[in-house]
């Protein structure tokens, strides 16, 4: 799995619902990066993990209920997630990998998540690996 979990979302018409923010182990917290974020959408759980050792993205489905074993913070109400929380995801695609890569369902180096559809004001959030963790940024729907 992979990336393709965000498309059947998308395909689903997912409304994400909660971001949570896997605890950094002893650091100080930063809404925009992470060493992981579950994100909760009407259709299922969603987690993207940094994996340092191939330097890309783990997206992986989490079973209702299963726990994680780590300490969640939810990102609700900070930036950017507050402006998506309740919003359907329109399109998502791979970031920084080539189309090969994400047909394999390997790992990539970024997702590009649209909520919302192109004539309903836009947002898009893209999540990348960045220096061992996933960095979360809030694009502008124009430049994509």
Same mark, same amino acid.
């Given at each position: 799995?992979?990336?393709? !979990? %965000?498309?059947?979302?998308?395909?689903? $018409?997912?409304? +994400?619902? =909660?971001?949570?923010? !896997?605890? &950094?182990?002893?650091?100080?917290?930063?809404?925009? =990066? $992470?060493?992981?974020?579950?994100?909760?959408?009407?259709?299922?759980?969603?987690?993207?993990?940094?994996?340092?050792?191939?330097?890309? !993205?783990? +997206?992986?489905? +989490?079973?209702?209920?299963?726990?994680? $074993?780590? =300490?969640?913070?939810?990102?609700?109400?900070?930036?950017?997630?507050?402006?998506?929380?309740?919003? &359907? +995801?329109?399109?998502?695609?791979?970031?920084?990998?080539?189309?090969?890569? =994400?047909?394999?369902?390997?790992?990539?180096?970024?997702?590009?998540?649209?909520?919302?559809?192109?004539?309903?004001?836009?947002?898009?959030?893209?999540?990348? %690996?960045?220096?061992?963790?996933?960095?979360?940024? !809030?694009?502008?729907?124009?430049?994509?």
């Amino acid at each position: 799995m992979g990336i393709e !979990l %965000f498309e059947r979302a998308a395909e689903n $018409g997912g409304r +994400i619902l =909660r971001v949570e923010q !896997l605890s &950094p182990p002893g650091g100080s917290t930063d809404a925009s =990066r $992470g060493p992981g974020y579950l994100l909760t959408l009407d259709v299922g759980r969603i987690l993207v993990a940094a994996n340092p050792k191939t330097g890309g !993205l783990v +997206i992986s489905q +989490i079973p209702a209920g299963e726990e994680l $074993g780590v =300490r969640l913070l939810a990102l609700d109400e900070e930036e950017p997630w507050w402006r998506v929380v309740g919003n &359907p +995801i329109a399109r998502v695609w791979p970031v920084g990998s080539d189309e090969t890569t =994400r047909e394999s369902g390997a790992e990539v180096r970024g997702v590009r998540l649209q909520f919302r559809a192109d004539h309903e004001n836009p947002k898009l959030v893209s999540l990348g %690996f960045d220096d061992d963790q996933v960095r979360v940024v !809030l694009e502008d729907a124009h430049d994509a």
